[in-house]
């Protein structure tokens, strides 16, 4: 049992200091991104851009949009050096609401690295998806602003007729005029 013992000891301590050895030796690989432009909507394209920094080169590429994969071309061919970032993208259009998206970089090792997840939301400003609301809009609220352009030329109409010098109200044109013809009174028939 003492020789398990000091076999187990023995093993945590080399373990222990051959960690950071066995961790330097490794290669460092990352993969981030972006999406740009950050807001928008469905009518515009957007870009998404992967940077990958590893020591061995990728031989794969790929954004993944909703649960789709799409790959990615490299911004620079004549860069081989991907120890300092070597960046992917891939344009498109993106659909009305949240767009979930991450990026994954398989190397020639086959190794596969993945980056967060992010999201972006797109508005649907300028493709109506109900033409009837656009009819209606049509329909109902350009002739409210002709009617309301109509009153208020009628109203600055009737101020003009009034701001004349010697202008008599409708009672003042009454008493000036008593022959003006009234409305003839109804006759009352018997029978």
Same mark, same amino acid.
């Given at each position: ?36 432009? &950050? ?13 990958? &920094? ?20 490299? *911004? ?17 259009? @993106? ?26 939301? *797109? ?7 109900? &033409?009837?609301?656009?009819? @209606? ?6 002739? @409210? @602003? ?46």
């Amino acid at each position: 049992m003492k020789s398990y013992v000091c076999f187990l000891a023995v093993f945590a301590f080399a373990a222990v200091l051959l960690a950071p050895i066995a961790r330097s030796a490794a290669p460092v690989t990352t993969v981030s991104g972006y999406v740009t432009p &950050t807001t928008g909507d469905v009518n515009d394209q957007y870009v998404f851009v992967m940077k990958y &920094t590893g020591a061995v080169p990728i031989s794969a590429a790929t954004v993944h949009i909703n649960g789709e994969a799409h790959p990615m071309t490299e *911004v620079d061919p004549d860069d081989h050096n991907a120890t300092n970032g070597k960046d992917y993208e891939y344009k498109t259009s @993106l659909a009305q609401g949240a767009n979930v998206y991450f990026f994954e970089a398989v190397d020639a090792n086959s190794n596969s690295t993945i980056s967060s997840t992010y999201a972006i939301s *797109v508005d649907n400003w300028f493709n109506f998806a109900h &033409t009837d609301i656009v009819v @209606l809009l049509i329909v109902l609220v350009i002739p @409210l @602003l002709y009617a309301v352009y109509l009153l208020r030329r009628t109203a600055k109409a009737i101020e003009r007729l009034g701001d004349q010098p010697g202008a008599k109200s409708g009672a003042e044109r009454k008493a000036a005029n008593p022959e003006e013809p009234k409305a003839a009174p109804e006759e009352k028939k018997d029978g």
